[in-house]
């Protein structure tokens, strides 16, 4: 009897063993092709950069900022249906009418920001949450804000399991900014505005920059850099013709 127990268990310890050595190696070899579509994207990146050089008056981005693309799984920001088209150079649907942004944009927006590792940044628009990664990478302090819930809770909880420890998410209308963190070293919206937010203006530091979608609803807008020098003078400068969803809420 005990021997014929002992046999069952023995089994049983090696069926539970032999499905885990399969999902192990179905995760690894997962694992292995985003990892190859993630390197495909950064040579489309690479090549959009080049192919826009006459608008980003350069041929290549900070090769800290594609250090960051080439890090940040962006298989584990798209909903699961989405995940076989995850590195497609193109924005995504997440969910409640909205997308992740195409990478090679985000590349661009960070790239304009300058990122500096002791910097303080402000995201409007978290979405996924996988522009805010990007920035977490480069920067001390990311500060984002999504004014739809159910998104904004999701990205929190994402890089929250991603371990992006500097990263704090909040829900409301980033039209506002949020005061008690700024000013900020850097402002990214990802939503497009008609008007440059005076309050995010105003929570720039001097020699900050912002890089913001400017233009009406649904329409091609004109991606704009805004700097504040150390007088705290503040030019603007359009980059190149993008397409956002629009920035929402009461303003
Ligand atoms: N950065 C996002 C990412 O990496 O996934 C993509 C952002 S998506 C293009 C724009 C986001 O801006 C949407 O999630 C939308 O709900 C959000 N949004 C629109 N208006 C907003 C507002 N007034 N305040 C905060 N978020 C806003």
Excluded at 22 to 30: R, S
Aim: hydrophobic share 40%.
């Amino acid at each position: 009897m005990n021997i014929i127990m002992c046999l069952c268990r023995n089994r049983f310890v090696l069926l539970i063993l032999s499905v885990f050595v399969l999902l192990m190696g179905t995760f690894t070899q997962a694992q292995e092709n985003y990892t190859k579509a993630r390197q495909a994207m950064i040579k489309e990146i690479e090549a959009d950069a080049r192919i826009t050089s006459f608008y980003i008056n350069k041929k290549e981005f900070d090769p800290k900022v594609m250090a960051a693309m080439s890090k940040v799984p962006r298989h584990e920001f798209v909903p699961w249906q989405e995940r076989l088209s995850a590195y497609a150079n193109r924005p995504l649907p997440i969910g409640h009418g909205q997308t992740i942004s195409q990478p090679y944009i985000v590349a661009l927006m960070t790239d304009l920001l300058k990122p500096e590792r002791q910097q303080k940044v402000l995201e409007v628009g978290t979405g996924s949450g996988y522009q805010a990664a990007i920035l977490a990478e480069l920067v001390a302090e990311v500060f984002t804000i999504e004014i739809i819930e159910p998104l904004g809770n999701q990205a929190k909880e994402r890089l929250k399991q991603l371990n992006y420890r500097n990263v704090t998410v909040r829900i409301g209308d980033g039209y506002y900014g949020w005061e008690e963190q700024g000013p900020f070293d850097g402002i990214v919206v990802t939503a497009a505005s008609s008007h440059i937010p005076p309050p995010l203006i105003q929570q720039l530091k001097p020699g900050g920059r912002m890089v913001i979608p400017v233009g009406s609803r649904f329409m091609v807008q004109q991606l704009v850099l805004v700097e504040k020098d150390a007088k705290g003078n503040v030019t603007t400068r359009q980059i190149l013709p993008v397409r956002f969803v629009p920035l929402t809420g009461k303003h």
